[in-house]
């Protein structure tokens, strides 16, 4: 079974900087559509960041300027780097991504286990 993996979520003080990464957890065909969402306790989860399978990106209005999602094609991996963090951007960190598992099989949508994001003010 396979399953998307985050990475790079850790304590950073305001200001700070964070790579977060996702990625399958074994050897797939492609990534398509992928997006980072995160939830806050007490929130609902919200959309941070989205790309398409070619690279168009789009952004919540709260981290346009500061978040740039992206991804590597070769190594099936989308990132989120996030830059001037604030206190108010603590929250668990999700993965949403479409993968082709086989050759010429379907997309199938799949969510991270999520990664934790602290920022200290």
């Known amino acids: 079974q396979v399953q998307l993996v985050e990475s790079g979520g850790d304590l950073v003080q305001a200001g700070g900087s964070l790579r977060l990464s996702c990625a399958a957890s074994?050897?797939?065909?492609?990534?398509?559509?992928a997006a980072w969402y995160r939830q806050a306790p007490g929130k609902q989860r919200e959309l941070v960041a989205s790309i398409t399978s070619g690279g168009s990106a789009n952004y919540g209005d709260s981290v346009k300027g500061r978040f740039t999602i992206s991804r590597d094609n070769a190594k099936n991996t989308v990132y989120l780097q996030m830059n001037s963090l604030k206190p108010e951007d603590t929250a668990v960190y999700y993965c949403n991504a479409q993968l082709r598992l086989r050759v010429l099989g379907p997309l199938s949508e799949y969510w991270g286990q999520g990664t934790q994001v602290t920022v200290s003010s």
């Open positions: 074994r050897s797939i065909v492609s990534i398509g559509a």
